[in-house]
């Protein structure tokens, strides 16, 4: 029996369950699982549900669309998203990523991986992957995006992810890919945003240091969170001591967002995420 | 607009969260958060549900019971529960929970301390609440138990909780209070059940400790598992330097795994259990 | 045989260690633990021993010092520190620290709690001790200061411990205490600084909330931090939620920063600590 | 200048810290680093000390040996230890082990990867390392560890890695790399010792899944813990959720301990470890 996932997201009123399991249980479909969320600001209505049997796609969504006027509705197999990953000069991200995939567990398909650097071209070549250089040198930022979406849109994804791709995004190139485009950022969000963090965290002292996956929209590092993670430092550690802690805890941390979008688990409400895992 | 809290446990089936909704719905009643799991090996089914609006509960209880038959239906307003604290002689979880339950984070009503020893009179008595000490020098289990059952009746308790009583429950007692009794374990389940745990860890040279908190069935440290959680340590750490450490994780897993009982977001399934948090 | 704790601060030289050992090798002196760390940026050295036997502590002091004449040097026999507690209206970090201190646990001795609301004086009562109201109504920041300081001075602390007062101190009153004033900071430092934090936190949408105990300086919630903590939180949490989350890690992190301060194991350097736990 | 680690462990005396920083003092070396821990059961010092300077380290040596006769001593240039990696047919350890390796973080040389099954191989091969595949259907452990080890002793590595190394070892294998074998762990120890971990931690409702990094003595899965750590999961997590959960715990928990004895903080006390980190 096949398997759908059911992505709705609506204005909050009365009967809304109700109303999508009747279409579900008069169609014969089974519920294998389902998660609901009403935000209190928004009072925005979210929904979640697994299930299993025979249907045609799209009929069922007509009928969920005559039932819920004003919701968006997504109806989908579970199935592996294609993915470019963006990075710059770190491999400990696009490594772990490069891993996962090869051996099953990202729930993607890399079609590619770009970089404003050669730097990261042999690691990504041991894994047969196309690696891409687009230099930006010389290059107003314009220009060099203008260069690089012509190249990453030649393999149609659905999703970027920036495995510390250090430049930053214009709004042009982000709002082609609204909430698909997945980073990882190397602190706490909102603490030490800009260059050298781990530099502020040595400087400030802090017995703990983080990591933060997001989405990117146009304001730098403020876009919706979906995962972070910490890891406790004291004062032997140096500031590249604590780097390399960083890294241990960003590539995990955007190996679990990831998931979490891949899977279809999270949401977007303004400027949080709603995640059903 | 009163609030409800209905809990559903049923052997699963097609349509159980449209029939539950549907009579929800027609009821114009407001679903404010719900939670559905099927549990994968029993094929069972687990649902919670907070809705606003006016109802006779009564009524609203014999229509689902109607609608679905084979399940076991609560349904009940959010309330404080009424509980009796067992301890012996250690203060750090019973002066915990004193604490919150006198500012009013416990969401449980105390009615009584009881203990097998003397110590801990003085501290009950800073927060007004009765103290009984049921000596068990003697006595058998048996009569013992019986004494102190015959106190805790007096209570008409709904949960009993084990705040670092360090005496076995006969299965009798458990028997009736059944997934009712709340215990704080000192470490991991399964880890270093029996005595002196610390001095067993500390021997071991364990890195981590934690403590489990769960509830008590008829085999010992052995009931489905509310919460954990833990607590690094280094070779610094003496044993007792672990039980102090150990402590502050006893008193925090408590705490937490109350609060997810008496909001009634707790299940039992076999010897798990499901929450919805 | 007494025990001491020698802590050691020097600009950094060689040979500091062995003279330090040196002398307590020849006064047959048995070292029971010792710590040093020298500060990279600062070039800057910290050691704390702990030894036991017989010594005349002025003389054992006045050799160190003229073997080490750059140094800062404390001998301490380890000893119950002398505190005054300020706090305002939030129950939790006071009555976790009053819990601790009745069963022996703080290493301090609470000669008064002073807030500046009258609220948590039942509180207090409960534990017999002082409870001074400072009323700041119609008072400017300095007479308000002042009349307080009356108070605490009145009580010779060692130690100011702020749990969760939330008044600022002026520098007058910091220079009085320098390094002796510890403050639980209701969240991340540098994160949401100011009011509301937890609906800062809420409003970004973080998973993780967390709570930092620093020393007190001139810059308000700036000073060196001594201990950090974390709890995970998710989409379900309101800020209200988040902010009970917060109170569990706020008064474990404070307890954990004092137990550290009062056994002479953090240093200050510039504006980070060194610690030896 | 030049930088040496020196470790010592030795029975516990007066004077020990004394005789070995006045050698260093003498000879002009400056300590960069230095911890001591003396272990109340045995009554065992241990000393790891970091310094610079022009010294020749077989006359140091033999001073150092002069002054403590009772000591065992290492003195040793930070280097990249030679490594053999085992493992069965997990993919996850070894890749992350691969790509530090690659990127220069793993502080050793992998010599060559050494498997029972023939699966791992193309993983090997993109890092360009030497993979043996040593069969073990047929033959007797004994026949079959002969085997393996005859490869293995062919790359002399100081270190054997267990990424995922599914057999037991004999103790005749065990005892020619005393304290230099290292294994990652499926659980916490001593809980769920035993095939399908998971599978029992599932069963078991746990909150909490963990992994173990250890020596390897001759008892299977009990030698002296290295580091550990832990990831939260739930009732929703299947036991395969779970096992992948576990996964990213095993990998980083296996770096940070090769981390930590590759860089020589290490000690074994009896059945626990001292670790200056």
Known sequence: MATYILRISSPDEKGLIYRVTKILFEGRLNIVGNDEFVDDQGRHFFMRTEFAGDCRPEELQAQLKAALPAAHIELDRPRRRAVVVLATSE??????????HAYGELRAQIRAVVSNRPDLESLVRRFELPFHFVASEGLSREAHEAALLGVVQGYSPEYLVLAKYMRILTPALVGRYPYRIVNIHHSFLPAFVGASPYRQAYARGVKI?????HF???????????????????HTHSAGDMAQAGRDVEKVVLARALKLVFEGRVFVSGNRTIIFD
Chains 1, 2, 3, 4 share one sequence.
């Open 216 to 234: 990117v929209d146009e304001q730098l590092d403020e876009g919706p969170i979906i995962a972070q993670s910490v890891i406790p430092v004291d």
């Open 91 to 100: 491999p400990h991200c696009l490594g772990d990523l490069l891993l996962r």
């Open 209 to 213: 240091i983080g990591a933060t996956a």
